[in-house]
């Protein structure tokens, strides 16, 4: 196999996303319609996997050829990703489970940062509270797959485990981040009423549906009070800095940064989430986030006046649903 380093990086990255070769077998049998025994010859490189198997995993695996291949094209790669929250495909979910699998490297990082600009309740705060959550799926679900709402009601969305269990281990890692920034928008809890107001009007959201988030946002607004007093999550006491945006937020965009983690990433339209882990775009956009704080004061800790009047303002929205 000399001369096929970019093929030795290639293979690399198949083992790197299925570690145990059962699995990566299996899943390239069903890809590629192979026999068992052509498989394992591909994998001992006793045969080498045609081009047209390269670029057909590749595209299924997100493997950026460019980047396996060394060549410096002059343009940063970004890839795009659907997520149908309540039919996944086995695509959606092995796509959502290598996302959340690559943040184990931000647990017990002593320099691991996660940075969040939302104008929507991030996932970090959000998963937590579980009507809340399914709320925003109900809320994805009417706007961008009709087709999966067979009875469109609030009451049925149900959320399948296997998503609720990702959505978990989503969680678990992110509270162990050693250093989190929120730059939240000042109407982020008005657009969540306003819209829990529309669906009740349309009738989709029931009365009883309506009490029951009505408290859980209350409830998330006393965590989130309790974060900003403290300056950390509760659960873990790792630091967390919240600030408020003067400045409207048109969506949510965040990145990952550790020794071994290097990613940012835009969630377009509620619909879609682009990444990238091109280290030079990942730096601007660490840059560009932070330069968000100029116009956003912080209420984690310090600044008790601006604190105590943005909870007040917020209980008064949610008081109004």
Not at 105 to 118: A, I, K, R, Y
Not at 149 to 163: C, G, R, T
């Amino acid at each position: 196999m000399e001369g096929h380093n970019w093929y030795d990086a290639f293979m690399d990255n198949l083992h790197e996303i299925f570690p145990k070769k059962p699995k990566l077998t299996q899943e390239i049998m069903d890809l590629l319609c192979l026999e068992r025994e052509a498989v394992y010859r591909r994998l001992r490189k006793d045969v080498v996997f045609h081009t047209h198997e390269i670029v057909k995993m590749a595209s299924h695996w997100n493997i950026s050829l460019d980047e396996v291949v060394g060549i410096d094209s002059g343009t940063i790669s970004y890839q795009m990703q659907t997520l149908n929250y309540l039919n996944p495909s086995k695509n959606d979910l092995f796509n959502l489970q290598k996302r959340i699998k690559a943040l184990d490297h931000l647990v017990d990082t002593p320099n691991s940062e996660f940075m969040e600009v939302c104008n929507n309740l991030p996932r970090a705060l959000g998963i937590r509270f579980s009507t809340i959550y399914r709320f925003k799926v109900f809320d994805w679900a009417y706007q961008y797959h009709q087709e999966e709402m067979h009875k469109p009601l609030f009451s049925k969305i149900i959320i399948p485990e296997k998503m609720s269990k990702e959505f978990d281990h989503y969680l678990k890692n992110i509270l162990c981040v050693k250093n989190t920034h929120f730059i939240l928008d000042q109407r982020i809890f008005e657009y969540l009423v306003q819209n829990i107001r529309y669906f009740h009007s349309i009738l989709l959201v029931s009365d009883e549906d309506k009490i029951l988030l009505k408290k859980e946002l209350f409830d998330a607004l006393d965590y989130m009070e309790e974060m900003a007093n403290k300056g950390c999550y509760p659960e873990t006491q790792n630091k967390v800095n919240l600030y408020i945006s003067k400045m409207s937020i048109d969506t949510n965009y965040s990145y990952c940064y550790s020794d071994k983690l290097k990613a940012c990433r835009i969630h377009a339209f509620g619909a879609y989430d682009i990444s990238c882990s091109d280290l030079e775009m990942v730096e601007k956009f660490k840059e560009w986030m932070h330069l968000k704080k100029r116009a956003a004061i912080q209420i984690s800790e310090a600044n008790e006046k601006s604190r105590i009047e943005f909870f007040a303002k917020q209980r008064a929205t949610v008081e109004g649903l």
